[in-house]
């Protein structure tokens, strides 16, 4: 599905643009190496294979990107051990500072200094956070993040969390720890990736607890997605009703089909296009004060 399909699927909508809030811009040395475990189908992909439609140098992706409309997207980056995630935000800075259509985003990982980086980074702008739990190989609850949630509770920023025990579970994946999570940070605004993937349920029953907590689309409802985590049908009644907390996320560059593919699965729920203007626009414009 091309650009003239997103062309034509935004035409129809009325929408200025898509805003995606799930892509991912590294560093050149990082993201090859997250391209070569993709190429290697490891055990965190579910041993999957899982090519990659977008394997294109930097400046041919942020064209792709905008081709598609896109008026406002991500860098989302993430470290899988300590002293990487403060440099990450150096990085990710200056791409926001040179790319003015990126939401500055900044990540952590539980070691001591968390607090100072994120503080940081949210100082510089970061106005987008990125955890991956699966990757990071870390409980959310960690007594050294005590300080980073608190500070991203008390202002609002949003966190894209890779928490679901998709595409293979880890040791602290799962509803659980974000549970025991909000317990504690009860107005985090945690955006649950991959719609909390496969645990569906169980991540809506803790939206419905907690008012700030969202949701991203990316790869749900694909093909590709459906095949290994199909969303339960009759959970869709729930995403109507929560409409107003979902945002549209990709995973580009790194998804194994073409970008349409993301937007032609979402309206073929059938939850009508005033959900469908919301999850690919409306919210994440409220979210970020784009509107």
């Known amino acids: ?22 892509t991912h811009f590294m560093p050149e040395q990082v993201l090859r190496k997250v391209w070569g475990y993709f190429d290697s189908a490891g ?32 860098s989302l980056v993430y470290p899988h051990r300590p002293d990487m995630a403060a440099w990450l935000n150096e990085w990710s800075a200056d ?39 699966q990757v990071g190989h870390f409980h959310p609850g960690d ?32 509803p659980e720890p974000i549970a025991e999570l909000l317990r504690r940070f009860p ?3 945690l955006v649950i990736a991959h719609m909390g993937a496969p645990e569906y349920s169980e991540f809506l029953d803790l939206a419905e607890t907690y008012d700030e907590v969202l949701f991203d689309t990316t790869m749900n409802f694909t093909d590709f997605f459906e095949a290994a985590d199909p969303f339960p049908v009759h959970e869709r009644p729930r995403l109507r009703d929560l409409g107003d907390r979902i945002l549209f996320g990709s995973d580009f560059p790194n998804i194994p089909y ?6 032609h699965s979402l309206e073929r729920l059938e939850l009508g296009d005033h ?16 509107e």
């Open 187 to 189: 107005r985090l605004r």
């Open 143 to 174: 007594p050294l993040l005590n300080e980073v949630w608190g500070m991203l509770q008390d202002s609002g920023t949003p966190i894209v969390i890779h928490c679901g025990s998709g595409p293979a579970a880890g040791e602290f994946t799962g």
């Open 43 to 74: 055990p965190l992909l579910g041993h999957r294979e899982w090519p990659i439609t977008y394997r294109d140098e930097e400046q041919v992706r942020l064209k792709t990107l905008r081709g598609f409309g896109v008026s406002a997207f991500t």
């Open 95 to 133: 791409f926001a500072a040179r790319t003015p259509d990126c939401l500055h985003t900044a990540t952590f990982y539980p070691e001591h200094g968390a607090d100072s980086y994120v503080q940081a980074a949210l100082g510089a702008g970061a106005r987008i956070f990125k955890v991956h739990v």
């Open 275 to 290: 959900w469908l203007r919301q999850v690919c626009h409306h919210n994440a414009a409220r979210v970020f004060g784009l």
């Open 1 to 22: 599905m091309s650009e003239a399909f997103v062309t034509a699927f935004r035409a129809r909508l009325g929408l200025p643009s898509i805003i995606d809030v799930h």
């Open 258 to 263: 073409a970008y349409g593919h993301a937007l």
